[in-house]
């Protein structure tokens, strides 16, 4: 039987909970295609499931393959699969976990085709943060010039494609990061960068109409003090907006939904130069472990990628 690298989460808890494993290799089933993962994006809710932050919403069978995102080249098509052939080069979110494997079967309709000019490296780190940063942008409603946007965590990975986002839609951003990273968010078209380290972002910004909230906890408690008469936080880090969002106000809890199309058009703009996308480091695959665990502990610029064939 044809057996293949897997990194598996074998019970809930920390970094020694999650190990390399083979697995059986998968088919693609009849609305599948089945791809040769050359490389897949490593994100926050990695360290999430391991530590069982959502293994309510989201209860998982044990032992269970981690990963969210990949890239990688198509080997099977399903009998019902039109789009793809053999030899494709694609990108796209599961919808689910698994991408840690050497081969997966992944619905043919969450993926896209690689533009010409962007790597499998390249392309990992795009599927969920770009489209998580799309969706969660207007996801409270249509974006006006002039509109006035604060996006916390803004130099990661979603928050990075936000506030480039946010900028082309003709927005005034403020951001907060770490003083570090102050001049990459500018360069992404912030107008205004606040180090969370060294400010309070509560002394300095008012009347915000739309508050992305990459980070949650304190930073999402005091967010609602800096929000206009009408305006709205969108959480992506803390599901308890919904139940804490104070009456009268706006809160909205954001998760990613497959969108191929539009991961297909950003990855056109990126492949082009007109987004920038911040690979902060390429790892080996025997180091997912500890870079799951980097992700929970550091901040980080951009997306860390495993490159299956280092």
């Known amino acids: 039987m044809k057996t293949i690298r897997s990194l598996q989460l074998m ?77 494709d080069r694609v990108m ?60 916390h965590g803004a130099a990661g990975a979603v928050g990075g494609f936000a506030v480039q986002f946010a900028h082309q839609a003709g927005a005034h951003v403020s951001a907060t990061a770490l003083g570090c990273h102050a001049d990459y968010v500018h360069g992404l078209g912030a107008d205004h960068v606040i180090d969370y380290q060294t400010s309070q972002f509560e002394a300095l910004v008012k009347d915000i109409d739309l508050v992305l909230d990459y980070v949650g906890g304190d930073t999402l408690a005091r967010s609602w003090g800096v929000l206009a008469k009408d305006g709205a936080i969108v959480s992506t880090a803390s599901p308890a907006i919904l139940a804490s969002t104070p009456a009268g106000r706006r809160g909205l809890w954001f998760m990613n939904q497959p969108d191929s199309a539009r991961l297909a058009e950003i990855a056109r703009q990126v492949a082009a130069g007109r987004l920038q996308s911040q690979i902060a480091a390429v790892i080996p695959f025997e180091e997912l472990p500890a870079a799951i665990e980097r992700s929970r502990t550091l901040p980080q610029l951009g997306k860390t990628v495993v490159d299956f064939l280092r």
């Open 11 to 87: 019970q809930y808890g920390g970094p020694d909970t999650v190990r390399i494993a083979d697995l059986p290799a998968p088919v693609a089933g009849p609305a599948q295609v089945l791809v040769r993962v050359h490389a897949a994006g490593v994100n926050a809710l990695d360290w999430k499931v391991r530590e069982g932050y959502v293994k309510d919403a989201f209860p998982l069978p044990l032992p269970a393959v981690l990963g969210i995102e990949l890239a990688g080249v198509v080997e099977q098509v399903g009998s019902d699969v039109s789009l793809f052939k053999v030899g």
């Open 92 to 151: 796209g979110p599961l919808g689910g976990l698994g991408a840690y494997a050497d081969l997966v079967a992944v619905d043919a309709d969450k993926l896209a085709v690689l533009p010409e000019g962007l790597s499998l490296v390249q392309a990992a780190a795009l599927p969920v943060a770009t489209v998580s940063a799309w969706q969660s942008l207007y996801l409270a409603g249509p974006v006006k010039a002039g509109q006035r946007i604060l996006i």
